[in-house]
C-alpha cells in the first residue's frame, strides 16, 4: 500500500486571501496574503506549523537539551538559530524552532515530548504591538527592566499561553490547539481599532531575522 504525503491543518484560518504559499511537512503556510503589503498597522502571523517540544527532567538546569544551553533563571529565553529555548520552571524547558532552516527530528531522549500538533502559535509583528496587546491582557509584556527576550507565562484573552517578548515590535505566544480559531478572532476584533490584521510568515521571517 502506497502512503500519501502527510497533511497537516492549522487551527487558525484568517479572513483574508493567500497570495503566496508553500507546502511544508504537510502543511500549507501562507507565505504572505493579497493587499498585505498595502495595509498599514501590526500583523497577527500564524505559525502553528513550526515545531515545538516540551523537555523535563528533575535536574534540567544541568541538561543541555538538543544541546542547548539552558537558561539559568526562570522566564529567561535563549536564542540559538534555529531554535530558541525558554525556561519555564523548576523542571520544564520549552523549545521553538524558529529559524528559517529545516527544524531537527524528536531527540529520542526521555524527557521529550513534542507539542506542535497540541498547540497554536500566532505572532504579532510590527509597529503598534504593545497597544495590541494591552486590548487582550493585563501583563505586563514590556518591563523596560527585564532584558529580552523573555518569557511570561499568563492569560492573554483568558487564554493560558507562554508569551516571548522579542522587541516592541514581535511578541510569539503559543497556547492550547483548541482556542486558536477563537482566540485568533478575538485578537483581530481587539485589535483592529490599532490597526492589527493577518499577516504571512514572510512578515515573521524578516522581523526576526532583523533583531
Known amino acids: 500500500m502506497k502512503i500519501g504525503p ?12 493567500p497570495a503566496e504559499t508553500e507546502l511544508r511537512d504537510g502543511w500549507t503556510v501562507v507565505l504572505r496574503y493579497e493587499d498585505e503589503d498595502d495595509r498599514p ?9 513550526r515545531r515545538r517540544w516540551d523537555f523535563q527532567d528533575a535536574d534540567v ?37 524558529l529559524g528559517e532552516s529545516s527544524s531537527p527530528p524528536t531527540p529520542p531522549t526521555a524527557g521529550f515530548t513534542e507539542t506542535t500538533d497540541g498547540h497554536c502559535m500566532l505572532a504579532f509583528v510590527g509597529p ?10 493585563p501583563l505586563d509584556l514590556f518591563d523596560p527592566v527585564r532584558p529580552t ?10 487564554v493560558p499561553c507562554q508569551i516571548v517578548t522579542f522587541a516592541a515590535h514581535l511578541v510569539v ?18 485589535g483592529g481599532p490599532v490597526g492589527l490584521t493577518p499577516g504571512g510568515e514572510r512578515r515573521f521571517v524578516e522581523a526576526i531575522a532583523a533583531l
Open 61 to 97: 538546569a544541568a541538561r543541555r537539551p538538543m544541546d542547548l544551553p539552558v537558561p539559568g533563571e526562570y522566564g529567561q529565553v535563549g536564542v540559538h538559530a534555529p531554535l530558541v529555548i525558554n525556561r519555564m520552571n523548576r523542571t520544564q524547558v520549552a523549545i521553538w524552532h
Open 173 to 190: 505566544m503559543t497556547l492550547a490547539r483548541g482556542y486558536g480559531r477563537t482566540f485568533a478572532d478575538a485578537a483581530l476584533k481587539s
Open 149 to 158: 527576550p523573555f518569557l511570561t507565562q499568563g492569560p492573554v484573552l483568558r
Open 128 to 137: 503598534g504591538v504593545p497597544q495590541v496587546l494591552e486590548h487582550l491582557t
Open 6 to 17: 502527510p497533511f497537516r491543518r492549522s487551527p487558525v484560518s484568517f479572513d483574508a486571501t
Open 41 to 49: 498597522g501590526p500583523r497577527l502571523v500564524d505559525l502553528s506549523h
